[in-house]
C-alpha cells in the first residue's frame, strides 16, 4: 500500500510540476537581456530558442552558478551538466543572453 501511495504521489507531482521561462531587463540598444527561469521542480537541462534576434552567447545566471555549461548558436540556447548537476527549484535569471540582429520583437520558441 505504502509503494501504490509513493507511486501516485510521484505521478502527481509530475503533472503538476511546473517549468516557466519568460524575458526581462531586454535592451536592444546593447544586445542584451536576461532568461528568467520560475520553475517548481528540479531541472536537468534546457533547450529553447529566440527568434527575432541573432544569439551571440550566453553567460551567467543559475546555469552558470550551478556549473552548467552553454552552447548557442545564432538561434539556439542549451544547456546542460557533463557532471549530472540540476538547476535546484525557484526563480531567477536562468542565464543572460547577448545578441544582434533585432528588428521587430524577440520571442522564446522552442522550450
Known amino acids: 500500500m505504502k509503494n501504490l501511495i509513493a507511486v501516485l504521489f510521484m505521478c502527481l507531482t509530475g503533472i503538476f510540476a511546473s517549468v516557466h521561462l519568460s524575458l526581462d531587463n531586454v535592451d536592444t540598444e546593447a544586445g542584451t537581456l536576461s532568461v528568467i527561469m520560475e520553475n517548481d521542480e528540479v531541472v536537468g537541462g534546457f533547450q529553447f530558442g529566440l527568434d527575432g534576434v541573432s544569439i551571440t ?41 547577448t545578441f544582434d540582429g533585432f528588428v521587430d520583437e524577440i520571442c522564446l520558441s522552442g522550450l
Request: negative net charge; without cysteine; glycine residues 22%.
Open 57 to 97: 552567447g550566453a553567460s551567467g545566471g543559475s546555469a552558470e552558478a550551478n556549473g552548467f555549461m552553454l552552447s548557442t548558436s545564432a538561434t539556439i540556447v542549451l544547456g546542460f551538466s557533463l557532471s549530472g548537476g540540476t538547476l535546484p527549484e525557484g526563480d531567477g535569471v536562468l542565464t543572460n543572453i
